[in-house]
């Protein structure tokens, strides 16, 4: 579905954002899981939020002159950019309330990613050839790789506590650890490599780049290199869903996101922003269950990313059963809850991404997406 929008039109308060959205259905038990498009604007100043399919259009943020990409938190569901022109890197809840500033940078800001299983963020500056990383409140900053290049795109690995970057001055890509040790050049190639995202299920780098327009991805150590997509023009900044089954990527001078499988299949514009120039663009993630499904905030499962064991903690509300599913579906763990504070033997469970459902009596009364490390 193709969203046009004029500016002359009001846009909608954010107080206002429906809640409603189109779901992708995640298993055939009736556990889905929501996504919702995020993008800014570098020259109208605006972040922006709307269902999956390009409905429900709503502006989270305005002021933002100079945003450069955008990336999301889901499990603390706020969203964070760029904000070049400004030199500071700003987030803002789901729902558009709390902006603040998480950190004054010295020089502009080109590339923002989150890691909110560890609570911090990487981020390049223009012509600084660094990679930085800070806390999410914005202390304990420091340098972690030097002689990076120009870094257009920053994806992180939150399973194999991995980094990757595009150099896009040198047409490379590279990959290290998460303390910028073993830094490895795993692609050279003749393009100008641009934004990146990553499949943390099947091991492969996405990437867009600015010379012949097209989305790419290359194996995690650098092999089965292959074209996915044929831009239509600039293409920019690149994201995928967290199935690892759709890419979404903005043509710029087009006021276009589009999106395409990653297998390389289809090609549907969902957003036509016009007299625009959309300058970054995440998906976000929402999990919940089919209509009888009710939030309950007194839940709480943790720790998350979480290694031998996790701890569901009711407060006072009623469940018998806790299900853990893989990201394909298949039914893992199933057990009896017996305590408000019941701990949970994971260590069995291979490291990957999760959903946990806590159950009442048959009912799914509270789902949440869950990390598991070694």
Known sequence: MLIKLKFTQKLTDMKKILLLITSVIFICSGLQSQNVLFWGDFALGLIVRSD????????????????????????????????????????????????????????????????????????????????????TDGSALQTIINDAGLVMGIGIDPLRDLIFWADMDAHKLHKANLDGSGDTVILETPYNVFDICLDIKFLYVYFTERTTEKVWRVSYDGTNLSEVHQGSNVVGALAINDLCEQLYWIERENGLIVTGTTSGTGREEVIYWENSQISGIDVGTLNFSNSDFIYNAEISIYPNPCSEYVFVELNGMEADRIEIYDIVGKNILASKIISENQKIDISHILKGIYLVRIMDKGNIIYTEKIIKKD
């Open 52 to 135: 999956i399919n390009g409905d429900n259009i709503n502006t989270l943020c305005t002021g933002q002159i100079g945003v450069c990409r955008v990336r999301t938190d889901d499990i603390n569901k706020k969203v964070y950019w760029a904000a070049s022109l400004d030199n500071k890197i700003r987030r803002v809840n789901y729902d558009g309330t709390e902006l603040e500033d998480v950190i004054s940078t010295e020089h502009q800001v080109n590339v923002v990613e989150v890691h909110p299983d560890n609570n911090r963020i990487y981020f390049s500056e223009n012509n600084q050839n660094t990679i930085k990383t800070c806390k």
